[in-house]
């Protein structure tokens, strides 16, 4: 029988990204009927594997309906349920397939920041669990029309850049996923042994002390597409101003031209010629989504401009992305919040990085 793409990516995902061994609890998770091919592609290759699968689903205008109804008792609760899960399972496989990327656009900011909050310790202990590598997981996403709308696409045009970005259309994906894996490892040995990075550009003169801090190199075992190199930065060593030219996308909303000031690791200013009410509502979400989580740079060269799509975007090769909020425990980031909301910089119009005083990148491409 010839393969289908839906197999062909479930094995991707059960295989290699999350290595899903016999007995292993797998949650599968998605908020949409659209991605049902592959929800059943990754459902049958979790059971061809040994794999205990629990399928979660729901449908997107669930969250837009509780953020205008709930209370702020019930914004605060999380349920024993979840909490469960999120201490239980061996593996987490999330498949995106948004009916309308904009559901969420109108939610009351402050009731977004306080659900972010309560939902906080989750995450904390989703991070905690991946970094003792007593957790796997992955997200992915299915195309959909609105994912095509919002990256101004056709449906066919967006699908065949997912299935690139993903090297889908190659005969053994995995084999990419690792090569590309082998270079990063190279780049990301070399920053390991760098005490600060300074990047200048547009509007751009920061510097991040990254001294004993863990670079990553990302070839899909979390995210699908991928390609980056990650670290999360000292977190009281973070001290200039950057200008973020992409629009910048998180949970339904954007702000655009982002500019923001730094002192000592916190956000003293934020600017956007469009969107400052939700940046303002997000970076004061919590205590610590001031402060910065994480820096890195993007290297998947199938992603060359900004779609709409986080999982893609921050992907960008030739772009860097800076989030604000929680770090990454396995780099020794300490950061904690409930916000994580990448921000994306293009750098292929002149912008440098130094390591150590020493040019490392430059227009979007690394020279070590």
């Known amino acids: 029988m010839v393969e289908n793409i839906w197999d062909k990516y479930a094995k991707v995902l059960v295989d290699y990204s999350t290595n899903v061994q016999k007995g292993e609890l797998v949650v599968i998770s998605t908020q949409s009927i659209y991605a049902k091919d592959l929800v059943k592609a990754v459902y049958k290759r979790v059971l061809e594997k040994g794999g205990n699968p629990v399928l979660r689903t729901g449908f997107g205008d669930i969250a837009e309906i509780f953020m205008k109804y709930a209370s702020d008792e019930q914004l605060d609760y999380v349920d024993p349920m979840t909490q469960l899960e999120y201490e239980k399972a061996d593996v987490f496989i999330s498949l995106g397939a948004p009916l309308n990327t904009k559901a969420m656009a109108g939610a009351d900011l402050n009731k977004m920041a306080r659900r972010g909050k309560a939902t906080k310790p989750l995450s904390e202990k989703m991070l905690k669990r991946s970094a003792d590598g007593d957790l796997k997981w992955v997200i992915a996403d299915v195309p959909t029309h609105a994912l095509a709308q919002e990256a101004k696409m056709s449906l066919d045009d967006y699908t065949e850049f997912l299935i690139k970005s993903c090297y889908l259309d190659l005969d053994d994906p995995v084999n990419k ?166 921000m994306i910089k293009n750098m292929k119009n002149g912008s440098k990085v130094y390591a150590d005083d020493i040019l490392i990148y430059e227009n979007g491409k690394f020279l070590i």
């Not at 760098?194 to 002390?209: E, M, P, R, S």
């Not at 655009?256 to 916190?266: A, K, P, S, T, Y």
């Not at 001031?290 to 060359?304: K, M, P, R, S, Y």
Request: one cysteine or more.
């Open 177 to 342: 996923l690792k090569t590309l894996d082998q270079q990063q490892t190279k780049w990301a040995n070399y920053l390991n042994g760098v005490k600060k990075l300074h990047i200048v550009g547009d509007k751009t003169d920061i510097t991040f002390n990254v001294e004993g801090r863990k670079w990553i190199s990302c070839s899909g075992l979390n995210n699908y597409p991928d390609g980056e190199v990650f670290t999360s930065p000292v977190e009281d060593g973070i001290n200039g101003e950057i200008y973020f030219d992409f629009p910048q996308n998180y949970r339904g909303n954007s702000a655009h031209d982002v500019h923001l000031w730094i002192e000592n690791g916190l956000v003293v200013k934020a600017e956007a010629s469009q969107g400052q009410d939700f940046l303002n509502a997000m970076i004061n979400m919590d205590e610590g989504s001031h402060g910065i989580g994480e820096i890195a740079f993007g290297t998947n060269e199938e992603i060359q401009d900004v779609t709409g799509n986080i999982l893609f975007d921050e992907k960008i090769g030739g772009a860097i992305h800076m989030a604000v909020g929680a770090s990454y425990p396995e780099t020794g980031g300490k950061n904690v919040s409930g916000l994580h909301w990448d």
